[in-house]
């Protein structure tokens, strides 16, 4: 897990790593990613980010989802002691959620941690950051504190939110003409970038605007 940032614009003050406990059917210790938070300084405000990437669906969607919910409740916890500090600290929760924007585990930060997702209105027929079986997912998803929707006393504030999808990303022809260029199908090498396009969002300074975080 990493967050990669420019050193002129973001100043990073601590960072750690939190593990998500799991068990599988026969109460054995399961493993998954850590998560990572990052804190410092952003345009002059203190920010705490957060990198995620969840379980995923290998399992089936439903037999694994219990991994992703227990992940978003270890995100929550995170929060709440982030809070005790700061009641209005400024959280960003970024990350492959292995989860569309509707699901449980989503929702679950959202309503706990009061966090806004911009990507619930980004999700549709025509567009997403993976696509299953001729069906597009919203995994990579962008979360943060309402406080980023705030005009005083604050030098960030939210302004847009997108799937980074442009044509050199794209499978430009094909059965698959328009999804995520590759860099594996299978054990086949097809020199692409990805399976799941970028996503990021914007966050609006009274100087300029911030460079955007980009989660792939």
């Known amino acids: 897990m990493a967050l990669l940032y420019k050193g002129d614009v973001f100043k990073v003050e601590n960072s750690e790593t939190f593990s998500v406990y799991l068990q599988n059917d026969l ?3 399961d493993y998954t990613r850590d998560i ?6 952003l345009n002059n405000e203190r920010i705490h980010i957060m990198v995620n990437h969840w379980s995923s669906r290998r399992e089936g969607e439903k037999e694994s989802e219990f991994k992703r919910i227990a992940a978003a409740n270890k995100v929550n916890t995170i929060i709440k002691s982030i ?4 009641l209005n600290a400024k959280i960003i ?21 009061n966090l806004y ?6 999700l549709s027929h025509e567009k997403g950051s993976l696509n299953y079986n001729f069906q597009w997912n919203l995994f990579g998803q962008i979360l ?3 406080n980023f929707f705030e005009i005083n006393n604050s030098n960030l504030r939210f302004t847009n939110a997108n799937v980074f999808n442009i044509k050199s990303l794209t499978q430009y022809h ?27 969002i914007q966050l609006k300074s009274f100087q300029k605007l911030s460079k955007p975080f980009i989660d792939k």
Do not use: A, C
Request: no cysteine.
């Open 27 to 29: 109460g054995i210790q």
């Open 83 to 86: 809070k005790k500090e700061n």
């Open 117 to 122: 997702n911009p990507f619930k209105t980004v």
């Open 174 to 200: 094909g059965k698959y003409k328009g999804q995520p260029f590759r860099t594996f199908i299978g054990k086949k090498y097809k020199g692409g970038y990805s399976d799941h396009f970028p996503v990021y």
């Open 93 to 113: 929760v970024m990350g492959d959620f292995n989860d569309n924007p509707s699901n449980d585990s989503i929702e679950l930060m959202e309503t706990e941690s």
């Open 144 to 146: 943060f504190s309402t």
């Open 36 to 41: 990572l938070l990052v804190q410092g300084i």
